[in-house]
């Protein structure tokens, strides 16, 4: 039984380390993301993006936060923040309300959000100040989500904010930083196994060495981020790497800018396209077509977007509207009707230090004054697009672009190589605590063993002691007895016949056939006589009879013995024989005794079963007393045998197997 | 009549001697081991030898087992000390022609040769009487009775059935009823119904 315990105990050890082992098995991503939270029917509601424009929205967010703040669930307030935060963004959409519910939530609650939704916030802040302009105040904001990740969330919101730095950095020109964010996000979002935002924030590299010139860089970390959004299967990300494409081509002139628009255009007719993204793509078309000289066409798709870019709050999707506009006016060889507009529009775009803007707003006045052959018009615009062009990239700027670039692979591949001996470290832990567990288990085992045994060697120990004291103390006893029968019967008689010597012959000699009967009755008690020559059966027979006669108890037998072992074991067999019938006949009580001894192929049988009243076995042996029964079992072991003794309130049974010596 | 003497007590021997020469036989070898006497036996082939049972080199018992086991024509026997039933049965196994005590010897020894003479067994009385267990005082019909057919017969009076009674003594239900008819014939009872526990109850309840 303790065998079966031990093993079962390794088992579950083993069960244990190899759970903990399978734990980590894909080796980048770290924090896999965890099964979706569960929502009640509001938090469903603030979800879906079609009710943003639905009149009772802020309204339903604003009353469910109250809510929550007023039962002090701080969390709770900030997890519906994040949900309308993300609808929001989702969703393209700038609310100037929603911005300030945020920033009265953190002015006062900051310190008791937890840090999962705080990035969170943090991450939608900026990118609603992001979308409205404001860049200092999104970078403030953005920079103050990247906390230190501890999960799944912290992580991928962290990623969120490096990648839309990595987007603002671009626009306001500062490429290393835009470069440095990027890479960054493209790492946090590699940990949590997001292969969609992994292709976007390639993308934004991409187009930050796109806007340096490095075009060939550029179109390589663009197919590497394509190759990823098609693997996620995210929509966003597959038009997002199309669109960077597009710009690419088209800044590249590529030969294949008219082809790639047109699968573009089919790209988004298949799959489930925003609006907004539609007329990015849209607008790539316009100018395709104006371009190619198909105005109808591309005017067409201008009146059918018009609404939509009237309406729409996404700064890049007006601005795409507006260039490919600008391509079709001037393709008319109108002067643009919204000239004005542009013009009046720069100040503020300088303020914001947004770069690629400015160019682009340059690029439409410049083509316009071309048009309207205002030439010293044109020049002007010419010679500001190339400073603001030049704000955006110079070439130490490139060599920079790359360094970074090649400074975060060999950072990156650090990283790799500090995570693989971590879990190394881990895993060696691991076995370590394993091989400790089981050494301390067997220790425990063993020391418990030798404890048992210990036990077992003292009350063997005890129990032999006291046999052998009694042992003496028996023979002592024994030679008492025969000195009183030698003094009492035999010398007593030689007095008397002593005495009577003289008298009658008949007399004298009736007198020393008393003395031989004593002499004869001393001897029998001592040893059987003659025992090695008539051997084994028929001196329990006589010793059955014997008792039968002297106790009036009846013992059957049962004896097939042809005489296997020696004399001497034969003796020892004996006195186990009628010292069990002793001890029956003082204590058990018993209607009749039954001796059996059997010669099997392999052992010899003794039996010595009674239906008496029993008793408690191992107490008794361990008793002190009960010399009788420790003869039994000292005499079995000297003539190389074992007995069992077992005892109920049915009877007792003693059993002995003797091996056969082959 | 050529006769051969083996004793390891020169008195006992001599003793011995005299006697079976005072009753007219002639005693042709004397010796005080077992060895030289199964020796004389092997070579002289006497008609009779008297042996003692205790011997130096080899016993009476073991001389007795060789003359048995080779079929010799002397007849063996055993004047010895040993009144123990156990003793005299070994050496009935080897069909032994007499078996005498030391202490009866006077009486004994003449009946036995004459006995053995003849041609037939001669066992002292004495040993015999042995085994016999001293209860004359009780029921005389019930000392017919062997122990275990009393311990039956108890057990009947405790309206015990046969095969109660065969667990109770260790033995089988045919061995009780064998006992049972042995008991009826032994008591001369007549073969009725219940017979026997109605003696039983009658006699020893």
Redesign the interface.
Known sequence: MPRNYVQYLLFCFLVIALSCQSGNKSQSVVYSKPPEEKSDTVETYLKDGKKLADKNYVKTYAVRIEKHIKKGEIDSAARILAIVGETYYVNYELNQEFINTQLQFLKTYEKQISVRYLSNLYFHIGSQYYEKGSTDSAISFLNKGLVEPTDYYTTFYKGNCLYMLSIIYMNIGQHDKSIEAGLKAQREFEMVGDTARQADALDAVGGMLRVSRDYDEALKLNSKAYKLALLSKDTNSIIGTCLSRLSLYNEMKHPNFFAFVDSAVVFANQLNVSKENKILIYSYKVSQLSQQKKLKEAQQILSEYKDIYQRTTFLNAKEHYELALADYEAAKGLGSPNIKQYESLIPEIKKNKDFVRLCIYYQILKDDAVQKKNYERAYEYQSLLETASDSITNIKMRTKVKELDRKYQVEKKEQQIILQQQEITQKNTYIALLVASLSGLLLAVFAYYSWQRQKLLRQEKTNSMNFTKQLLENTEDERKRIASDLHDSISHELLNLKSIFSQDLSVVNKK??TI?NDI?GIS?NLH???FD???LV??V??LV?RI??QNNF?I?TDMLYTGVLTSADELQIYRIIQEALTNIIKYAKA????ITVLEEKDKILIEI?D?GKGFDVKQALNSGKAFGLHNIIERSRVIGGEANISSSLEGTIITINIPRKL | MRILIADDHPFTLMGTKGFVESLGYKVEDICSNGITAYNLINTHQPNIAILDINMPGMDGLEVLEKVYRQKLKTKVILLTMHKEMTVFKKANQFEVSGYILKENAQEDLQLCLEAVKKGNQYISKNLENDLLIDNSSENDVLNKLTFTEKKILELIAQQKTSKLIAEMLFISEKTVEGHRTNIINKLELPKEKNVLLIWASKHLS
Do not use: L, T, Y
């Open positions: 020393i056939d031989i004869r029998r059987p006589v003659m020559k008539i051997g028929p001196n027979e006589q009879e039968q006669n009846f059957s209607h009749a005794a039954k079963r239906n």
